[in-house]
């Protein structure tokens, strides 16, 4: 990966760290949002199925508790980049 794809999968990672965080009332609020802004952006195209599947994702108990497990037991890698 390049450099500008290393910061993207960085601000991602961090993105999905907080959300994880968030109560779920509040996590849901934000999808809500999400939502939203999709809807406006889209015009009346109807939403991509990958947006649907991470729409089920975000409501998914299990799958947030697996990420929040993941996301736990890689707290300790470190982000900076490491020589080959």
Sequence with gaps: M???ED???QSIDELARA???LEPSD???LLD???QLN???AGDNGSDSRFQVMQ???KDELFLADLREVMEDFSHV???ETPA
Excluded: L
Aim: glycine residues 0%.
């Design 78 to 80: 470190d982000a900076e």
């Design 2 to 4: 390049n450099r500008i």
């Design 7 to 9: 910061t993207i999968m």
């Design 19 to 21: 959300i994880t965080q």
């Design 56 to 58: 089920e994702a975000m």
């Design 33 to 35: 949002k999400v939502v």
């Design 39 to 41: 809807v406006q952006k």
């Design 27 to 29: 996590q849901e609020a």
